[in-house]
Protein backbone atom coordinates (compact mmCIF):
# COMPACT_ATOMS: atom_id res chain seq x y z
CA UNK A 1 0.00 0.00 0.00
CA UNK A 2 1.51 3.45 -0.99
CA UNK A 3 -0.29 6.93 0.56
CA UNK A 4 -1.12 7.93 -2.80
CA UNK A 5 -4.02 10.19 -2.48
CA UNK A 6 -4.21 9.66 1.29
CA UNK A 7 -4.96 12.75 3.37
CA UNK A 8 -2.66 13.10 6.45
CA UNK A 9 -2.68 15.57 8.85
CA UNK A 10 0.73 16.37 10.47
CA UNK A 11 0.86 17.96 13.90
CA UNK A 12 4.40 19.19 15.26
CA UNK A 13 4.92 19.55 18.58
CA UNK A 14 7.15 21.20 20.78
CA UNK A 15 10.15 18.31 20.76
CA UNK A 16 13.66 18.68 20.10
CA UNK A 17 13.09 16.27 17.63
CA UNK A 18 11.34 18.64 15.53
CA UNK A 19 13.33 18.83 12.66
CA UNK A 20 12.62 15.47 11.60
CA UNK A 21 9.55 16.02 10.92
CA UNK A 22 10.70 18.05 8.09
CA UNK A 23 12.03 14.50 6.46
CA UNK A 24 8.92 13.35 7.79
CA UNK A 25 6.86 15.04 5.68
CA UNK A 26 9.06 15.09 2.68
CA UNK A 27 8.67 10.95 2.49
CA UNK A 28 5.08 11.17 3.33
CA UNK A 29 4.62 13.78 -0.03
CA UNK A 30 7.09 11.16 -1.80
CA UNK A 31 4.68 8.43 -1.18
CA UNK A 32 2.27 10.26 -2.87
CA UNK A 33 0.49 11.25 0.48
CA UNK A 34 -1.94 14.75 0.82
CA UNK A 35 -0.26 16.38 3.96
CA UNK A 36 -1.33 19.40 5.95
CA UNK A 37 0.70 20.66 8.86
CA UNK A 38 0.13 22.14 11.70
CA UNK A 39 3.03 23.57 14.17
CA UNK A 40 2.13 23.77 18.01
CA UNK A 41 3.59 27.31 19.73
CA UNK A 42 6.68 25.52 21.41
CA UNK A 43 7.52 23.74 18.04
CA UNK A 44 7.33 26.78 16.67
CA UNK A 45 10.40 27.50 18.65
CA UNK A 46 12.42 25.16 17.18
CA UNK A 47 11.19 24.97 13.35
CA UNK A 48 9.13 27.40 11.15
CA UNK A 49 6.43 27.13 9.42
CA UNK A 50 7.99 28.67 6.22
CA UNK A 51 10.03 25.35 6.49
CA UNK A 52 6.89 23.41 5.07
CA UNK A 53 5.35 26.22 2.83
CA UNK A 54 8.89 26.27 0.81
CA UNK A 55 7.29 22.75 -0.20
CA UNK A 56 4.44 24.42 -1.58
CA UNK A 57 2.40 23.31 1.87
CA UNK A 58 0.31 25.30 3.48
CA UNK A 59 1.58 25.31 7.35
CA UNK A 60 -0.90 26.12 10.05
CA UNK A 61 0.61 27.85 13.33
CA UNK A 62 -1.34 26.71 16.25
CA UNK A 63 -4.00 29.83 16.42
CA UNK A 64 -7.40 28.58 16.94
CA UNK A 65 -8.48 31.85 16.99
CA UNK A 66 -6.76 33.63 13.65
CA UNK A 67 -8.67 31.28 11.71
CA UNK A 68 -12.01 30.34 13.29
CA UNK A 69 -13.32 26.51 12.49
CA UNK A 70 -10.01 25.89 11.15
CA UNK A 71 -9.98 22.60 13.63
CA UNK A 72 -13.58 21.80 12.10
CA UNK A 73 -11.90 22.06 8.50
CA UNK A 74 -8.42 20.40 9.57
CA UNK A 75 -10.22 17.42 10.74
CA UNK A 76 -12.63 16.91 8.16
CA UNK A 77 -9.68 17.04 5.47
CA UNK A 78 -7.80 14.13 7.53
CA UNK A 79 -7.80 10.60 6.95
CA UNK A 80 -5.16 10.24 9.46
CA UNK A 81 -4.12 12.53 11.69
CA UNK A 82 0.09 11.85 12.45
CA UNK A 83 1.56 13.79 16.15
CA UNK A 84 5.26 13.59 14.85
CA UNK A 85 7.30 14.48 17.41
CA UNK A 86 4.30 13.91 19.95
CA UNK A 87 5.35 15.40 23.23
CA UNK A 88 4.70 14.82 26.57
CA UNK A 89 2.90 17.41 27.05
CA UNK A 90 0.54 16.93 24.32
CA UNK A 91 -0.40 13.04 25.19
CA UNK A 92 -1.38 13.59 28.33
CA UNK A 93 -3.30 16.60 26.88
CA UNK A 94 -5.52 14.41 24.86
CA UNK A 95 -6.19 11.44 27.32
CA UNK A 96 -7.16 14.30 29.70
CA UNK A 97 -9.85 15.71 27.10
CA UNK A 98 -8.19 18.94 27.06
CA UNK A 99 -8.79 21.26 23.20
CA UNK A 100 -6.49 24.65 23.89
CA UNK A 101 -4.81 24.91 21.35
CA UNK A 102 -5.06 24.12 17.17
CA UNK A 103 -3.39 20.21 17.38
CA UNK A 104 -5.94 19.15 20.37
CA UNK A 105 -8.66 20.97 19.23
CA UNK A 106 -8.49 19.03 15.95
CA UNK A 107 -7.97 15.73 17.64
CA UNK A 108 -11.21 16.54 20.17
CA UNK A 109 -12.98 16.99 16.70
CA UNK A 110 -11.88 13.71 15.51
CA UNK A 111 -12.69 10.71 17.77
CA UNK A 112 -13.19 8.41 14.55
CA UNK A 113 -10.24 9.40 12.59
CA UNK A 114 -6.89 7.48 13.17
CA UNK A 115 -4.77 9.12 15.57
CA UNK A 116 -1.22 8.04 15.09
CA UNK A 117 1.49 9.30 18.19
CA UNK A 118 5.05 9.58 17.44
CA UNK A 119 6.56 10.23 21.17
CA UNK A 120 9.87 11.50 21.63
CA UNK A 121 11.52 12.68 24.66
CA UNK A 122 14.09 12.48 27.50
CA UNK A 123 14.19 8.71 28.67
CA UNK A 124 12.87 9.92 32.14
CA UNK A 125 9.91 11.64 30.58
CA UNK A 126 8.86 8.22 28.55
CA UNK A 127 9.45 6.22 31.77
CA UNK A 128 6.95 8.69 33.30
CA UNK A 129 3.70 6.12 34.60
CA UNK A 130 1.33 9.12 34.16
CA UNK A 131 2.61 8.92 30.27
CA UNK A 132 2.55 4.85 29.82
CA UNK A 133 -0.90 4.88 31.48
CA UNK A 134 -1.83 7.58 29.11
CA UNK A 135 -0.75 5.96 26.09
CA UNK A 136 -2.32 2.85 27.38
CA UNK A 137 -5.73 4.74 27.65
CA UNK A 138 -4.99 6.39 23.96
CA UNK A 139 -4.73 3.08 22.74
CA UNK A 140 -8.43 2.58 23.12
CA UNK A 141 -9.18 5.47 21.59
CA UNK A 142 -8.05 5.09 18.08
CA UNK A 143 -4.78 6.16 19.09
CA UNK A 144 -1.69 4.36 17.56
CA UNK A 145 1.62 4.83 19.04
CA UNK A 146 5.12 4.05 17.33
CA UNK A 147 7.49 3.28 19.82
CA UNK A 148 10.59 5.75 19.95
CA UNK A 149 14.09 4.27 19.52
CA UNK A 150 16.63 3.30 22.64
CA UNK A 151 19.76 5.37 22.85
CA UNK A 152 21.23 8.72 23.77
CA UNK A 153 18.66 11.73 24.02
CA UNK A 154 20.07 15.39 23.17
CA UNK A 155 20.70 16.09 27.27
CA UNK A 156 23.22 12.95 27.39
CA UNK A 157 20.51 10.54 29.30
CA UNK A 158 20.33 7.23 27.40
CA UNK A 159 17.01 5.24 27.85
CA UNK A 160 13.43 5.12 25.42
CA UNK A 161 12.40 8.17 23.91
CA UNK A 162 14.18 8.84 20.79
CA UNK A 163 12.26 9.59 17.63
CA UNK A 164 12.13 6.61 15.50
CA UNK A 165 13.12 6.00 11.89
CA UNK A 166 10.94 7.23 9.33
CA UNK A 167 10.86 4.54 8.04
CA UNK A 168 8.38 3.16 10.78
CA UNK A 169 6.82 5.76 10.91
CA UNK A 170 5.60 5.60 7.25
CA UNK A 171 4.76 2.04 8.01
CA UNK A 172 2.62 2.97 10.79
CA UNK A 173 0.30 5.55 8.19
CA UNK A 174 0.39 2.55 5.79
CA UNK A 175 -0.71 0.27 8.65
CA UNK A 176 -3.92 2.78 9.31
CA UNK A 177 -5.25 1.71 5.49
CA UNK A 178 -4.64 -1.61 5.58
CA UNK A 179 -7.28 -4.38 4.96
CA UNK A 180 -6.40 -6.12 8.39
CA UNK A 181 -6.75 -9.35 6.03
CA UNK A 182 -4.63 -11.58 8.75
CA UNK A 183 -6.20 -10.05 12.03
CA UNK A 184 -5.29 -12.54 15.10
CA UNK A 185 -3.31 -15.13 12.77
CA UNK A 186 -0.10 -16.24 13.11
CA UNK A 187 2.09 -16.55 9.83
CA UNK A 188 5.30 -18.16 9.60
CA UNK A 189 7.83 -16.64 6.76
CA UNK A 190 10.53 -17.63 5.37
CA UNK A 191 13.10 -15.97 2.95
CA UNK A 192 16.76 -15.94 1.90
CA UNK A 193 18.76 -18.61 0.58
CA UNK A 194 20.10 -21.85 2.72
CA UNK A 195 24.35 -22.05 2.81
CA UNK A 196 25.28 -25.56 2.53
CA UNK A 197 28.86 -25.96 3.61
CA UNK A 198 32.12 -28.11 2.19
CA UNK A 199 34.36 -26.88 4.83
CA UNK A 200 34.33 -23.48 7.16
CA UNK A 201 35.03 -21.58 4.31
CA UNK A 202 33.40 -22.80 1.20
CA UNK A 203 29.53 -23.20 0.55
CA UNK A 204 26.79 -23.76 -2.08
CA UNK A 205 24.08 -21.26 -2.13
CA UNK A 206 21.75 -19.09 -4.62
CA UNK A 207 21.13 -15.54 -5.36
CA UNK A 208 17.80 -15.52 -3.21
CA UNK A 209 18.12 -12.07 -1.79
CA UNK A 210 15.08 -12.77 0.40
CA UNK A 211 13.31 -9.71 -0.38
CA UNK A 212 10.13 -11.05 -1.47
CA UNK A 213 9.73 -12.87 2.26
CA UNK A 214 10.28 -9.55 3.57
CA UNK A 215 8.11 -7.85 1.69
CA UNK A 216 5.30 -10.80 2.71
CA UNK A 217 6.68 -10.14 6.37
CA UNK A 218 6.17 -6.19 6.17
CA UNK A 219 2.65 -6.98 4.86
CA UNK A 220 1.84 -8.95 7.05
CA UNK A 221 1.79 -7.16 9.96
CA UNK A 222 0.34 -4.45 8.37
CA UNK A 223 -2.34 -6.93 7.50
CA UNK A 224 -2.84 -7.86 11.49
CA UNK A 225 -0.75 -10.81 11.86
CA UNK A 226 2.04 -11.86 14.52
CA UNK A 227 4.73 -12.83 12.07
CA UNK A 228 8.00 -14.77 12.62
CA UNK A 229 10.12 -14.47 9.81
CA UNK A 230 13.07 -17.05 9.25
CA UNK A 231 15.88 -15.22 7.73
CA UNK A 232 18.51 -17.27 5.78
CA UNK A 233 21.72 -15.44 4.89
CA UNK A 234 20.11 -12.17 4.48
CA UNK A 235 21.78 -8.98 3.78
CA UNK A 236 20.06 -7.09 6.90
CA UNK A 237 21.02 -3.82 7.18
CA UNK A 238 19.89 -3.79 2.91
CA UNK A 239 16.26 -3.92 3.79
CA UNK A 240 14.10 -2.38 6.21
CA UNK A 241 12.05 -5.09 8.32
CA UNK A 242 9.44 -3.84 10.97
CA UNK A 243 10.11 -4.24 14.83
CA UNK A 244 7.23 -6.26 15.07
CA UNK A 245 8.55 -9.19 12.91
CA UNK A 246 10.29 -11.58 15.05
CA UNK A 247 13.34 -12.95 12.79
CA UNK A 248 14.88 -15.87 13.96
CA UNK A 249 17.95 -16.23 12.00
CA UNK A 250 19.39 -19.81 9.94
CA UNK A 251 22.23 -20.41 7.80
CA UNK A 252 22.33 -24.40 6.45
CA UNK A 253 19.26 -26.41 5.54
CA UNK A 254 19.75 -29.07 8.50
CA UNK A 255 19.09 -26.10 11.29
CA UNK A 256 16.25 -24.18 9.14
CA UNK A 257 14.85 -27.54 8.49
CA UNK A 258 14.48 -28.03 12.69
CA UNK A 259 13.51 -23.99 13.17
CA UNK A 260 10.70 -24.58 10.37
CA UNK A 261 9.40 -27.75 11.85
CA UNK A 262 8.81 -25.86 14.78
CA UNK A 263 7.42 -22.79 14.45
CA UNK A 264 5.13 -24.66 11.70
CA UNK A 265 3.24 -26.10 14.68
CA UNK A 266 2.66 -22.24 16.29
CA UNK A 267 1.62 -20.88 12.95
CA UNK A 268 -1.79 -20.64 10.81
CA UNK A 269 -0.15 -19.91 7.46
CA UNK A 270 3.20 -20.52 6.50
CA UNK A 271 5.01 -18.75 3.18
CA UNK A 272 7.75 -20.85 1.98
CA UNK A 273 9.47 -18.13 -0.16
CA UNK A 274 12.75 -19.02 0.88
CA UNK A 275 15.06 -21.06 -1.75
CA UNK A 276 16.17 -23.86 0.03
CA UNK A 277 19.19 -26.11 -1.20
CA UNK A 278 17.82 -29.23 -2.60
CA UNK A 279 21.23 -30.92 -2.24
CA UNK A 280 24.03 -30.28 0.56
CA UNK A 281 27.44 -32.46 1.00
CA UNK A 282 27.70 -35.67 1.89
CA UNK A 283 30.79 -35.01 4.06
CA UNK A 284 31.40 -31.46 5.64
CA UNK A 285 35.17 -31.03 6.67
CA UNK A 286 35.81 -29.77 9.89
CA UNK A 287 39.14 -27.96 8.65
CA UNK A 288 39.77 -25.89 5.54
CA UNK A 289 40.29 -28.90 2.29
CA UNK A 290 43.65 -27.90 0.91
CA UNK A 291 43.66 -28.05 -2.65
CA UNK A 292 46.32 -30.43 -3.23
CA UNK A 293 44.34 -32.59 -1.01
CA UNK A 294 41.05 -32.97 -2.93
CA UNK A 295 41.86 -32.27 -6.62
CA UNK A 296 42.61 -34.81 -9.19
CA UNK A 297 43.75 -34.76 -13.04
CA UNK A 298 41.24 -36.02 -15.12
CA UNK A 299 41.42 -35.52 -18.71
CA UNK A 300 39.00 -33.20 -20.77
CA UNK A 301 39.29 -33.48 -24.47
CA UNK A 302 42.58 -33.03 -25.77
CA UNK A 303 43.46 -30.79 -22.13
CA UNK A 304 44.37 -31.99 -18.87
CA UNK A 305 42.28 -30.46 -16.08
CA UNK A 306 42.27 -30.70 -12.75
CA UNK A 307 38.93 -31.45 -11.16
CA UNK A 308 37.15 -31.19 -8.04
CA UNK A 309 35.17 -33.54 -6.89
CA UNK A 310 32.49 -33.91 -4.14
CA UNK A 311 29.61 -35.69 -3.53
CA UNK A 312 25.88 -34.10 -2.86
CA UNK A 313 23.01 -35.71 -1.47
CA UNK A 314 19.77 -34.47 -1.95
CA UNK A 315 17.80 -32.88 0.82
CA UNK A 316 14.49 -33.72 2.27
CA UNK A 317 11.38 -32.05 0.28
CA UNK A 318 10.35 -29.70 3.43
CA UNK A 319 7.08 -28.49 1.90
CA UNK A 320 6.05 -32.08 1.39
CA UNK A 321 7.09 -33.65 4.62
CA UNK A 322 5.05 -30.14 6.68
CA UNK A 323 2.01 -31.09 4.63
CA UNK A 324 1.52 -33.91 6.60
CA UNK A 325 2.53 -32.30 9.68
CA UNK A 326 -0.04 -29.92 8.93
CA UNK A 327 -3.30 -29.19 11.80
CA UNK A 328 -6.60 -28.37 9.97
CA UNK A 329 -7.48 -25.33 8.49
CA UNK A 330 -3.49 -24.41 8.61
CA UNK A 331 -2.57 -23.21 5.10
CA UNK A 332 0.60 -24.00 3.17
CA UNK A 333 1.91 -20.96 0.26
CA UNK A 334 4.62 -22.69 -1.42
CA UNK A 335 7.04 -20.26 -4.21
CA UNK A 336 8.35 -22.17 -6.89
CA UNK A 337 11.43 -20.44 -9.39
CA UNK A 338 10.70 -21.79 -12.88
CA UNK A 339 12.10 -20.65 -16.09
CA UNK A 340 9.38 -22.41 -18.55
CA UNK A 341 6.12 -24.93 -18.22
CA UNK A 342 5.17 -22.29 -15.65
CA UNK A 343 1.84 -23.39 -14.86
CA UNK A 344 2.52 -26.52 -15.64
CA UNK A 345 5.23 -26.90 -12.98
CA UNK A 346 3.24 -24.80 -11.02
CA UNK A 347 0.16 -27.43 -11.05
CA UNK A 348 2.43 -30.36 -10.61
CA UNK A 349 3.81 -28.70 -7.30
CA UNK A 350 0.71 -28.11 -5.82
CA UNK A 351 -0.19 -31.27 -6.54
CA UNK A 352 3.09 -33.70 -5.27
CA UNK A 353 3.53 -31.24 -2.15
CA UNK A 354 -0.57 -30.89 -1.06
CA UNK A 355 0.12 -26.95 -1.42
CA UNK A 356 -2.91 -24.43 -1.05
CA UNK A 357 -1.37 -21.85 -2.89
CA UNK A 358 1.51 -21.79 -5.21
CA UNK A 359 3.28 -18.21 -6.63
CA UNK A 360 4.89 -19.65 -9.43
CA UNK A 361 8.42 -16.78 -10.29
CA UNK A 362 9.30 -16.82 -14.07
CA UNK A 363 12.47 -16.26 -12.76
CA UNK A 364 13.60 -16.31 -16.62
CA UNK A 365 13.16 -12.45 -16.17
CA UNK A 366 15.46 -11.58 -14.27
CA UNK A 367 13.29 -10.95 -10.96
CA UNK A 368 15.90 -13.29 -8.60
CA UNK A 369 17.71 -10.28 -6.33
CA UNK A 370 15.58 -7.87 -7.58
CA UNK A 371 12.61 -5.40 -6.12
CA UNK A 372 10.33 -6.69 -8.95
CA UNK A 373 8.77 -10.21 -9.27
CA UNK A 374 6.18 -11.62 -11.69
CA UNK A 375 4.58 -14.76 -12.31
CA UNK A 376 1.47 -16.31 -11.62
CA UNK A 377 -0.34 -17.22 -8.06
CA UNK A 378 -1.91 -20.49 -8.16
CA UNK A 379 -4.66 -22.38 -5.84
CA UNK A 380 -5.39 -26.22 -5.22
CA UNK A 381 -8.99 -25.62 -6.90
CA UNK A 382 -7.40 -24.20 -10.07
CA UNK A 383 -7.55 -20.90 -10.13
CA UNK A 384 -4.77 -18.69 -11.76
CA UNK A 385 -3.66 -14.75 -11.62
CA UNK A 386 -1.41 -13.96 -13.12
CA UNK A 387 0.54 -10.69 -12.02
CA UNK A 388 2.34 -8.51 -14.30
CA UNK A 389 6.16 -7.12 -13.06
CA UNK A 390 6.01 -5.15 -10.01
CA UNK A 391 7.60 -3.89 -6.73
CA UNK A 392 7.87 -7.10 -4.59
CA UNK A 393 6.22 -4.87 -1.91
CA UNK A 394 2.90 -4.30 -3.81
CA UNK A 395 2.88 -8.18 -4.89
CA UNK A 396 3.22 -9.23 -1.23
CA UNK A 397 0.24 -7.27 -0.55
CA UNK A 398 -1.76 -8.38 -3.91
CA UNK A 399 -1.09 -12.28 -2.58
CA UNK A 400 -1.94 -11.91 0.85
CA UNK A 401 -5.20 -10.00 0.10
CA UNK A 402 -5.44 -12.68 -2.61
CA UNK A 403 -5.57 -15.82 0.42
CA UNK A 404 -9.04 -17.63 0.37
C1 LIG B 1 14.89 22.92 24.62
C2 LIG B 1 13.63 22.16 24.89
C3 LIG B 1 13.51 20.88 24.42
C4 LIG B 1 12.35 20.15 24.66
N1 LIG B 1 12.24 18.89 24.16
C5 LIG B 1 11.14 18.17 24.43
C6 LIG B 1 11.02 16.86 23.94
O1 LIG B 1 11.90 16.33 23.22
N2 LIG B 1 9.88 16.17 24.21
C7 LIG B 1 8.88 16.70 24.98
O2 LIG B 1 7.89 16.00 25.21
N3 LIG B 1 8.97 17.97 25.44
C8 LIG B 1 10.06 18.71 25.19
N4 LIG B 1 10.16 19.99 25.66
C9 LIG B 1 9.04 20.55 26.44
C10 LIG B 1 7.92 21.04 25.54
O3 LIG B 1 8.41 21.90 24.53
C11 LIG B 1 6.88 21.74 26.41
O4 LIG B 1 6.28 20.79 27.26
C12 LIG B 1 5.85 22.46 25.57
O5 LIG B 1 4.90 23.06 26.45
C13 LIG B 1 5.15 21.52 24.62
O6 LIG B 1 4.07 22.17 23.99
P1 LIG B 1 3.26 21.43 22.83
O7 LIG B 1 2.97 20.07 23.36
O8 LIG B 1 2.02 22.24 22.66
O9 LIG B 1 4.12 21.47 21.64
C14 LIG B 1 11.30 20.74 25.41
C15 LIG B 1 11.46 22.06 25.88
C16 LIG B 1 12.58 22.75 25.63
C17 LIG B 1 12.70 24.15 26.15
Redesign the pocket.
Given at each position: MDLKNKKVLLCV?????CYKSVDLYRKLKKEGADVKVIL????GEFISPYIFESFGEEAFYDDAFKNPLSHISLSKFADVILIA?A????INKFAAGIAD?L?TLVVAASPEKPKILVP???PN?FANKILKNNLNKLSEYNFYAVSPETGNAACGDFGEGRFPEIEDVIFEVESVFSEKKLKGKKVLITAGATREYMDPVRFISNGSSGKMGISLANEAVKQGADVVLIALNIDRASFYINKKVKIINRISFMDFKEALKDEFKKSDILFMSAAVSDYGFKEKSSEKIKKSRTTVAADAGDKKSTVFKAELVQNEDLLKSLSTLRKKGQVIFGFAAETNYLIENGRKKIAEKSLDFIFVNDVSKDVIGSDENEGFLMDNNGGIIKFERQPKKKLARLLILNLH
Open positions: TGSIASRAAPTYNTTIAMNM
